[in-house]
């Protein structure tokens, strides 16, 4: 029988056997998972320092490019607000920026012939022109879709065998009331993609033999240590057997289209080892760029294995260790591992931190530079931070403003509620742009933009530490901004007032009338016409036009500007139009903006001219013979007329005279001819008004005509008598132009003015005894007005503000009576018939103040509309006044059962018209130019002589100017009188008067 204690300790030492086989197992187990793990641990955590890596080096880069954009950007800029398109001179500061990071620098105008190439400032531009030409045209074309605005180009290969890269950025300058923006130009740089991969990949250099590539979103390779004869090639494009490492190009197809980066684990061809990649995408304008970072994958895992190797050794030494021996060895040897690459981290750490601290000072350099206020404060709002922008914007230097809390630059208590606002919202969401109103040291307020940002930690808890504002003194924007909406405010009030119809299309379709177009087609509101076709206003005859050629408004075909066709009102009238158009943007799309004009009275007018003028033609032909025989006529009228008749050369001689002046003068033409007009008529070359009369027609060639001339005769038929005669010029011209010679008539007016004076001095007398109520009826009515404001106040003992109203209202009224009795006796006074420069709505003012009662009485309505800032004339006060008495009567005669009188005054660029509207019974055709005439009445009542108009014509005849009748009987009378505006020339003298000394 077996021993038991020999079957127990065997059956202890089985189990203990096999505990010890499983505990090795366990050991060898535990041992190979350790490693596995820390093999695992080990790659992620080196994986994750190559993906920091990468991504440091697209910031890097991005912010190398985006430096240079903001450059150019400044530099455009400049150019676009430039009054002249020439390049500004105040740019060396960004041209001194850009030299240290481009290889040169050069400025794109377009010209008729393509375009302008300059260098700036100066130098060789390292690209073919050829080529800055296709990438300026891709940038046209890109502005014109509205993409981006920053253009980077593929990697150039120069003829010396160097790569190079060019950014271009265009200048956009508002043109135009619209403001609409056009490409101006461009500027751009060539930089030399090696001193981008000298900064930031080279510098990046994992483990042993690790490395870093770089690729565009095409797979075109920029920089890779490992195949520099696959640069500026594509992956995609070429056999996969020329890159021998790579199985397929699928993960970098993958890589392209991820957009935040990543970390890849993949098996190379290249002795099918393993690898670690992580990459990170790169912004550079148009362009997307990829910087990937690579290490062998067994590299980063050969301490892990050497240290496995070491472990299987004392495993295989050690087997009867137990079982916590083992897994402390285990434990010691992952510190070890753990230990080694904290080292590395520290040291990898170290490296980051002077990385850092060389990217801190790039950073206030450009901190330094920038053209906004950019300030830092702390957590509790203290300022740390303060640029030399900031100091000239403020006007606090650094060490003022250092330590002091951001609420210093508040101008009052609310301003600093809305900061403390502001501030809770960037520690919230981490930014926010808003619009502030700030404090400068001395005073002065500005308003700013500005761009909040919250700083933290780097890690969690994500701690936060301070806030950025970044602010940029937006005063004169806004200035701009309110002209700008005033102008289009205005612009918008002019196109709705605009006589002219105004209709804005997109397409076929209507999207904007004014009210002109709704009143022109017959149609209420705006609503009838949206969204329709013009095709439905157009006259059939014209569709085929509208359709075909003319409201076209796209980029191919441009629209005519301008054309006329025939249009159709709502109520089926066909009508011409005029139409002027042009292209314009609506809401942010192209349209075509026309102006329309009903011409129909206009077409009427050029076929009745066409008509009169074939007409003209042959009536030309029959007065030419007409003409000649008039000649022979006139000569011997001139030799016979009643006139004084004259002709004088430039040197002031008679050069012929005619009978009636020999008999008026006593002198016979043998005396006359070759004498000058001193020596023969001292009494007339010494009149002033005489001399001017020959000086202007001379100087001028223009004829004048009634220069009343008064003098006392010497000899002749007037002999030391005092004469009053009108004279008048006529010039001759040579067939240059110029006046050789003119001729003066003179026709005596002595008798005829005695005759004048005394039938105006017998109208005011006969115009009396009307005015004479009317003036009564005016002064009773002021009269009652004081007895009543006296009597009001007469039993009081003080006055109140009431009481004295009523006596500054009592004398007003009696100036009022005063000034009534004044007109009255300044109108009835005999005229000293002398002239001086007066307003004629001055005159008109007091001749319907005399009238006034006597139009009330037969309901006859007043309107006046008179001309602002109405020129003198020069002219006799009371004759004037006497001129309009008889108009204003006339028309009030003539409206027995009342009516609308209207008086209009206006001015052209020679003279002064004053219309008289009367809407009474009218004058028959046949008496219209008979009522000029002296004793001619058509008044059935015996109101007066008949000499009112004709004393009237004489008045204004002799005054240079005339009256115009327009009148048809039953339909109201319209009378204008003109009188030549009173002009006084740099000497004084009045040029309505020709001077020019015989």
Known sequence: MPNRRFITKSFSQYIVSILAFCAIAIIIAMAFSAYYSAEQGTAEQFNTHQLMLAKEASVGIENFFAEIENNLNALANKTASASTDTIPQDMQYSFDILRSKISSIFYIKPEESGFLLHSLPSGEIAVDKEIVSRYFNQLKRDFEKGKSKLLVSNLITQKNGFKELMIIVPVIKAVGLTGENRLNGAFGVVITPSKIIKLFIESIVPGKTGYAWL????????HHPKHPEMLDRNIFKVDKHCIVCHISFKRERNMIRQKEGGKILYQSAENNQYKLLAYSPIKVGNRFWLVAVVTPYSEITMLVRQSFKKTLALIGTAVMIIFFVALYTLKINKMWIIAREEKRYLEEESRLQKKIRETKEYLEQVLFSAGEAIISTDQEGLITIWNRASEGIFGYNKKEIMKKPMHILMPDEKSKAQLTEYLGKVARQ??????????????????????????KERRAPYKLIGYISVIRDITEWKKLES???????????????????????QGADIVYVNPAFLKMFGYKNQAQVLGKSLEANTAPESLDFVRKRAFIADKKQQSPSHFEYRGVKTDGMVFDIEVNAKLTTYKGKPALQAFLRDVTIRKKIEHKIKEHSEALEKKIEKRTKQLRESQQLLEAISENAPLEVAVIDKEGKFIYVNKFWEWITGKSRKQAIGKKVNDLCPQLSSNSEFKQMLRHTFEYGESQKEIKVNYKEATGHYKNEEVNKIFWSIPFFNERGKVIKLAVMGYDVTEIKRLEMQLIQSEKLAATGKLVAGIAHEINNPLYGIQGCLDSISNKKELDNKDRKFIDLSYRETLRISGLIRRLQDLYRPSEEIMSPIDIKEIIRDVLLLEAAYLKQVHVKLHTKYQRNLPQVLATS??????FINLVSNARDSMPQGGDLTIITKSDNDNVLVTVIDTGYGIPKENVTKI???FFTTKKEVKGVGLGLSVSYGIISRHNGKIEVESEQGKGAKFTVILPIYKVNKSGKNNNIPAISA
């Open 483 to 505: 002209s700008l909406r005033e102008s289009e405010e205005q612009y918008r009030s002019l196109i709705e007032e605009s006589q002219d119809a105004v209709v804005v299309l």
């Open 932 to 934: 000029f005439d002296a």
């Open 430 to 455: 981490g930014h926010v742009e808003c619009e502030h109103i700030y404090l400068c040291k001395d005073g002065k307020r500005f308003t700013g933009w500005c761009n909040m940002m919250a700083v």
């Open 215 to 222: 690729m565009d979103n095409q797979g075109t390779l920029i």
């Open 878 to 883: 009371d004759q004037l006044k006497q001129v």
